[in-house]
């Protein structure tokens, strides 16, 4: 039995709203969450290390955990490729970026309205977003800011040092995109299940899949 199902996705492809759905299963933890409008919000084993900015020293500052019977579901913006340098016999779940022109418009307007334009509900879950999204220290300044009703998209105005406002968010927003291009291109392989962006709507087929992998391998 795998240790870990790790859940591989670009920013605000629906990673942890896929990763919930795959801790259902009799043989996984279930993920604590938070639903913040349309955005699913977990709490994974690793405190949502795999979903802040990339580090080359993530293994040595990665949390020690010891695992259960049951498999833990990990969202994560690290790609198959590096996990497996610590990680090398896990299962990995990849959301591939969008091959076709539908699925590249929606996926656009998902990351803009479900994460830029969502809210969070406590001051913790808006330092867990700045603390995802950038290795910038917090000042007592930026807590005050947090502090107010804000959007995500203002969050990344603050973390850019940028007035908050819909042109500045826009243009983080669009700068982001760009960065996000086919950093999720795989093929699926013995412990790879790939799925793609256009699927998501549809997600019964990959759930049967790995449940029918986890029984394969069930201890």
Same mark, same amino acid.
């Given at each position: 039995?795998? $240790?870990?199902?790790?859940?591989?996705?670009?920013?605000?492809?629906?990673?942890? /709203?896929?990763?919930?759905?795959?801790?259902?299963?009799?043989?996984? =933890?279930?993920?604590?969450?938070?639903?913040?409008?349309?955005?699913?919000?977990?709490?994974?084993?690793?405190?949502?290390?795999? @979903?802040?900015?990339?580090?080359?020293?993530?293994? =040595?500052?990665?949390?020690?955990?010891t695992p259960?019977? @049951?498999?833990?579901?990990?969202?994560?913006?690290?790609?198959?490729?590096?996990?497996?340098?610590?990680? %090398?016999?896990?299962?990995?779940?990849?959301?591939?970026?969008?091959?076709?022109?539908?699925? @590249?418009?929606?996926?656009?307007?998902?990351?803009?309205?479900?994460?830029? @334009?969502?809210?969070?509900?406590?001051?913790?879950?808006?330092?867990?977003?700045?603390?995802? /999204?950038?290795?910038?220290?917090?000042?007592?300044?930026?807590?005050?800011?947090l502090s107010?009703?804000?959007?995500?998209?203002?969050?990344e105005c603050?973390?850019?040092?940028? %007035?908050?406002?819909?042109? /500045?968010?826009?243009?983080?927003?669009? $700068?982001?995109?760009?960065?996000?291009?086919?950093?999720? /291109?795989?093929?699926?392989?013995? =412990?790879?299940?790939?799925?793609?962006?256009?699927?998501? $709507?549809?997600? $019964?087929?990959?759930?049967?899949?790995?449940?029918?992998?986890?029984?394969?391998?069930?201890?």
């Amino acid at each position: 039995m795998y $240790n870990f199902i790790f859940v591989c996705y670009n920013h605000g492809a629906g990673g942890e /709203n896929l990763a919930l759905q795959i801790s259902k299963s009799k043989y996984c =933890n279930t993920l604590a969450y938070d639903k913040m409008g349309y955005r699913t919000w977990t709490y994974d084993i690793f405190d949502k290390f795999f @979903l802040k900015p990339f580090d080359k020293n993530w293994q =040595n500052k990665l949390k020690q955990v010891t695992p259960t019977t @049951l498999v833990d579901v990990v969202p994560s913006h690290y790609s198959p490729a590096e996990l497996k340098k610590k990680f %090398p016999n896990e299962l990995f779940v990849v959301i591939n970026y969008p091959t076709t022109l539908k699925g @590249l418009v929606e996926y656009r307007q998902a990351v803009y309205q479900k994460v830029w @334009l969502s809210k969070h509900n406590t001051l913790q879950q808006k330092v867990g977003y700045w603390k995802n /999204n950038t290795n910038k220290a917090l000042t007592r300044e930026h807590v005050k800011k947090l502090s107010k009703n804000i959007t995500n998209g203002d969050i990344e105005c603050i973390i850019a040092d940028m %007035p908050i406002n819909k042109k /500045n968010a826009k243009l983080l927003f669009e $700068n982001k995109m760009k960065k996000m291009k086919d950093k999720f /291109n795989f093929e699926q392989k013995q =412990n790879i299940i790939v799925t793609t962006y256009e699927k998501l $709507n549809n997600i $019964n087929s990959l759930l049967k899949l790995i449940n029918s992998r986890l029984t394969t391998l069930e201890k």
